[in-house]
């Protein structure tokens, strides 16, 4: 029987600009900008974490990939042997083009996209964000299943696993055909330009095909309803009445958190952190820099506390839109200082599936597991598991 083949394209500039507050990486000036601020890869790392869960079947199939970061230099660390497509010359005629962050462009992930579609393969699984499932429906349309590895900052379509781990899950499934179910997957993105200004501008690209398993492809993300006004006016009551003297309280994106600095009476980054001390805003739309020197005691800050809410329709409470709380800041913020806060409405669109982390450090998303009290109304909380 012949080996099934796989295509392997990583966007390794995708999620480079959550941690420093950009809310994204598309275009040139934007991706300038979060390495000027320190940004670092994330999604190599991440396509990784898919690749060694894959690794268990590497003998079983041929893997197609691009050069460099594109998916050539992660997929050789972890033991495939690779076909290379598109292995042009460099400009000096020396060779290979090295793929490094900032060479590659959405025409780069098209390109590699058709090649695949053109070579036969039967599954292309690719790391990268809503910008990046933008570019492979470009591509390929609905001709071949597809899978995304989540690293974006940007993550609203249904084309993704819920993490790296079970992206790679689900295409091994896929591959050896333990799953055969494939559904039709919607591509979201936003418009970045007016979600760095707060305004939220979704639009519906088309459909592609994705192997499909419950329990490990995510959910299109869904917003709030007018039902659910009183609830979140009762939730910043609480959250305020509650507040301590000398107490960062690190507020996260999202609907359901902002009117809490409405009520207090400061403007809200409503797709990005704020931190408040004392009901004075200290700093506006902060990133994980920012964050870590806040923690350490600066400002005469002697504690800290996490406000978040879960994206509606998925369940996420980390690691989607809100990269800004790191691993390293969760850590020194510690479990306990962690506050959820949701709609009942919201939790109940999950059909009472767990609420999910993807922080990139898996000792972490571990750690995280377990019961939480979820703030629904002023006076009421229920027990909702992080699993």
Do not use: C
């Amino acid at each position: 029987m012949s080996k099934k083949k796989l295509g392997l394209i990583i966007n390794p500039i995708a999620g480079m600009g959550g941690r420093v507050g950009l809310k994204g990486t598309d275009g040139a000036d934007i991706l300038r900008r979060a390495v000027e601020l320190g940004a670092r890869p994330e999604a190599p790392k991440r396509a990784m974490a898919a690749l060694e869960v894959l690794s268990s079947i590497k003998h079983e199939i041929d893997l197609l990939t691009y050069p460099g970061d594109m998916g050539e230099n992660q997929a050789r660390a972890v033991g495939f042997s690779t076909v290379v497509l598109d292995a042009r010359a460099d400009d000096a005629g020396n060779g290979n083009r090295v793929w490094e962050p900032g060479y590659t462009t959405p025409q780069d992930t098209e390109r590699a996209a058709r090649e695949m579609l053109q070579a036969g393969v039967d599954l292309i699984l690719f790391a990268g964000g809503d910008g990046t499932a933008r570019n492979i429906y470009n591509a390929v349309g609905d001709k071949v299943p597809v899978l995304g590895i989540p690293a974006g900052v940007k993550i609203h379509s249904s084309v993704f696993a819920t993490s790296p781990k079970d992206a790679g899950q689900l295409a091994a499934r896929f591959l050896t055909g333990e799953v055969q179910v494939i559904k039709d997957a919607e591509v979201m993105d936003l418009d970045e330009h007016a979600f760095r200004e707060g305004r939220v501008t979704a639009r519906l690209y088309g459909y592609v095909r994705v192997p499909y398993e419950e329990q490990l492809v995510q959910n299109l993300k869904s917003g709030s309803t007018e039902s659910e006004l009183a609830a979140l006016d009762g939730i910043a009551d609480r959250i305020i009445e509650d507040m301590e003297p000398d107490v960062a309280y690190i507020i996260g994106p999202g609907t359901t958190t902002r009117p809490i600095m409405e009520k207090l009476g400061l403007e809200a980054t409503l797709l990005g952190v704020d931190v408040v001390l004392n009901k004075q805003l200290l700093v506006a739309d902060a990133n994980e820099e920012q964050l870590l020197r806040i923690l350490h005691g600066e400002d005469g800050v002697k504690g800290a506390k996490i406000i978040v809410t879960i994206i509606g329709g998925q369940g996420y409470v980390f690691g989607r839109g809100n990269q800004q709380l790191s691993p390293e800041v969760i850590r020194k913020v510690g479990k306990d200082n962690i506050r959820i806060v949701a709609t009942r409405a919201k939790l109940n669109a999950l059909n009472r599936r767990p609420l999910l982390v993807d922080t990139g450090d898996d000792e972490l998303n571990q750690m995280l597991k377990g019961y939480y009290h979820i703030l629904v109304s002023y006076d009421r909380e229920v027990m909702y598991k992080i699993g």
